[in-house]
């Protein structure tokens, strides 16, 4: 799916001229100029955790700017491009889902069973790998999950399986079984995807799973409707398959990315980069953001 551009003034533009000035004010102006070197600094600053950046770029933009600057900015933190041990080119994205469910959760998801179900039913037909992390999330705890600790976590997630898990328990974002009732939790998985693919969508793609996305005559993103008939057909299918294996789960469905996710969260909870949202609260099964229908 195509991106917006970054920065206020559209799609990217060739590297000119040099920017001076400590790293945070070079990402506000390469964004503002939608320098393609945006990326290129964000990446290192990502990658070396330096949290303390982002948050003083974003002190340094317009109020109007933030929500713009910070979800682009959450985006590119779940996604990578890397070379994997074949050699192959490829864009490792984290995706999560959101799991209705009712009951303990001692035990872990029945990850190799939804594997399986987004295999079969075609919901990641892009997909060249796909796993996911076999814990129980808290949502509320995922609000504070930073920029710089999404890109961890992804990186955990190459790294490891155990490297990942190790990362969630001490970051104290695990569910806690003992929790009565129906609740909303989450499960974080990492899809890879060949970069020719990826970027076959357009010059700024990023990763867009389900393919549910065209771009209208006004530049953004719009469903295909018969995309969007064949997508909740597989959902249905997806979600009995998940049932079947695992009583306690109610509903099983893909959220998209982290912020798609915590917009399911019945209630408005401060970030120390978001304090600026406050969207209502949703009561139904849908993502607010680009890559899910429902």
């Given at each position: 799916m195509a991106k917006t551009g970054n920065g206020r003034?559209?799609?990217?533009?060739?590297?000119?001229?040099?920017?001076?000035?400590?790293?945070?004010?070079?990402?506000?102006?390469?964004?503002?100029?939608?320098?393609?070197?945006?990326?290129?600094?964000?990446?290192?600053?990502?990658?070396?955790?330096?949290?303390?950046?982002?948050?003083?770029a974003l002190d340094k933009l317009r109020e109007e700017e933030q929500p713009e600057f910070l979800d682009e900015v959450e985006t590119i933190a779940e996604s990578v491009r890397r070379t994997?041990?074949?050699?192959?080119?490829?864009?490792?994205t984290l995706f999560w889902l959101a799991v209705e469910?009712?009951?303990?959760?001692?035990?872990?998801?029945?990850?190799?069973?939804?594997?399986?179900?987004?295999?079969?039913?075609?919901l990641l037909e892009t997909a060249a790998d796909t796993r996911l992390l076999p814990v129980?999330?808290?949502?509320?705890?995922?609000?504070?999950?930073?920029?710089?600790?999404?890109?961890?976590?992804?990186?955990?997630?190459?790294?490891?399986?155990?490297?990942?898990?190790?990362?969630?328990?001490?970051?104290?974002?695990?569910?806690?079984?003992?929790?009565?009732?129906?609740?909303?939790?989450?499960?974080?998985?990492l899809i890879e995807e060949e970069a020719e693919?990826?970027?076959?969508?357009?010059?700024?793609?990023?990763?867009d799973f389900l393919g549910l996305a065209r771009i209208g005559e006004d530049g953004e993103p719009e469903l295909d409707p018969a995309e969007e008939t064949r997508i909740r057909e597989a959902?249905?299918?997806?979600?009995?398959?998940?049932?079947?294996?695992d009583p306690r789960v109610q509903r099983c469905e893909p959220a998209g990315g982290l912020n798609d996710l915590l917009d399911l969260i019945p209630r408005p909870i401060g970030r120390t980069m978001a304090n600026w949202r406050n969207s209502p609260p949703s009561s139904t099964w849908r993502a607010t953001r680009r890559r899910t229908p429902w």
């Open positions: 003034n559209g799609a990217g533009k060739p590297t000119t001229g040099t920017f001076t000035g400590t790293p945070a004010e070079r990402l506000v102006r390469y964004w503002r100029n939608s320098d393609r070197r945006f990326d290129e600094l964000l990446d290192e600053t990502l990658d070396a955790g330096r949290q303390a950046v982002l948050e003083a994997d041990a074949q050699g192959d080119d490829m864009i490792a469910v009712s009951g303990d959760l001692s035990q872990p998801p029945a990850v190799e069973t939804i594997e399986e179900a987004l295999d079969s039913t075609g129980w999330l808290e949502p509320e705890a995922l609000v504070y999950l930073e920029a710089a600790d999404r890109r961890t976590l992804l990186r955990r997630m190459l790294d490891s399986t155990d490297a990942a898990l190790r990362f969630v328990r001490e970051g104290d974002l695990l569910a806690d079984p003992a929790d009565a009732g129906t609740r909303l939790v989450g499960v974080v998985g693919a990826v970027e076959a969508a357009g010059e700024d793609a990023v990763p959902l249905t299918r997806f979600t009995a398959a998940i049932q079947g294996a």
